[in-house]
């Protein structure tokens, strides 16, 4: 699984598939974000990928192959579809999830927040929803007032506590800026304890989707 760095209270929903090919994975970048967020995303992942707004004349007919031409290979076995510096539209958000199915056993959703539209629109439609979230006041206020999935998976994001706004933590991202910093800078896997919890819970997500 591509690991990916996310905003306060983000969420990735994942799609489990029928296999197209062995290790398949397509990710979607639903979530709008400012230039320098792209950059920086696009500098963890190593490539550039195409914006939403480039794919947004096709929203009534987009296909799997059209998503095919237009998806970035970002490491064997992974293709990224979407990004800044706009956001997909509602519509088009269903659309290239619906088309994605057929071309990938794996589909994330690298998604805005859980009261986002786009959001609440496709979370009917996916197996897994993975929340992420920091444990500042203002996640914690945000994440209590959230409609939050009976079967999501909340994740600490850099911390260690058990539990975020009364409920019960999946799994803890630790703190670790120098492994951060080290990947913004050069495209790679990040290092140390935090890469070790992204290892595992990716490991747990390929599980999950079996």
Not at 54 to 66: N, R
Not at 100 to 106: G, K, T
Not at 175 to 201: N, V, W
């Given at each position: 699984?591509?690991?990916?760095?996310?905003?306060?209270?983000?969420?990735?929903?994942?799609?489990?598939?029928?296999?197209?090919?062995?290790?398949?994975?397509?990710?979607?970048?639903?979530?709008?974000?400012?230039?320098?967020?792209?950059?920086?995303?696009?500098?963890?992942?190593?490539?550039?990928?195409?914006?939403?707004?480039?794919?947004?004349?096709?929203?009534?007919?987009?296909?799997?192959?059209?998503?095919?031409?237009?998806?970035?290979?970002?490491?064997?076995?992974?293709?990224?579809?979407?990004?800044?510096?706009?956001?997909?539209?509602?519509?088009?958000?269903?659309?290239?999830?619906?088309?994605?199915?057929?071309?990938?056993?794996?589909?994330?959703?690298?998604?805005?927040?859980?009261?986002?539209?786009r959001t609440r629109r496709l979370?009917?439609?996916?197996?897994?929803?993975?929340?992420?979230?920091?444990?500042?006041?203002?996640?914690?206020?945000?994440?209590?007032?959230?409609?939050?999935?009976?079967?999501?998976?909340?994740?600490?994001?850099?911390?260690?506590?058990?539990?975020?706004?009364?409920?019960?933590?999946?799994?803890?991202?630790?703190?670790?800026?120098?492994?951060?910093?080290?990947?913004?800078?050069?495209?790679?896997?990040?290092?140390?304890?935090?890469?070790?919890?992204?290892?595992?819970?990716?490991?747990?997500?390929?599980?999950?989707?079996?």
């Open positions: 699984m591509q690991r990916a760095l996310t905003s306060p209270s983000s969420t990735f929903a994942m799609r489990r598939l029928s296999p197209v090919r062995p290790r398949s994975r397509l990710r979607c970048r639903v979530s709008s974000s400012s230039a320098t967020s792209k950059s920086r995303s696009q500098a963890r992942l190593g490539v550039t990928t195409g914006g939403w707004s480039d794919l947004e004349e096709l929203t009534d007919e987009l296909t799997a192959e059209h998503l095919g031409v237009v998806a970035t290979e970002a490491a064997p076995g992974l293709r990224v579809v979407g990004g800044p510096p706009y956001g997909p539209s509602v519509r088009l958000a269903q659309s290239a999830f619906r088309a994605s199915l057929e071309l990938s056993e794996l589909v994330l959703v690298d998604g805005p927040t859980l009261a986002d539209e979370l009917p439609s996916v197996d897994r929803a993975i929340v992420m979230s920091y444990d500042d006041p203002i996640s914690l206020a945000a994440l209590a007032t959230a409609d939050l999935p009976e079967a999501a998976w909340l994740i600490a994001s850099q911390s260690t506590t058990t539990s975020l706004s009364g409920r019960d933590v999946f799994r803890a991202l630790p703190r670790a800026e120098a492994a951060i910093s080290a990947a913004t800078s050069r495209p790679g896997a990040i290092g140390g304890a935090l890469g070790k919890a992204y290892d595992e819970l990716s490991e747990i997500i390929a599980i999950d989707a079996t």
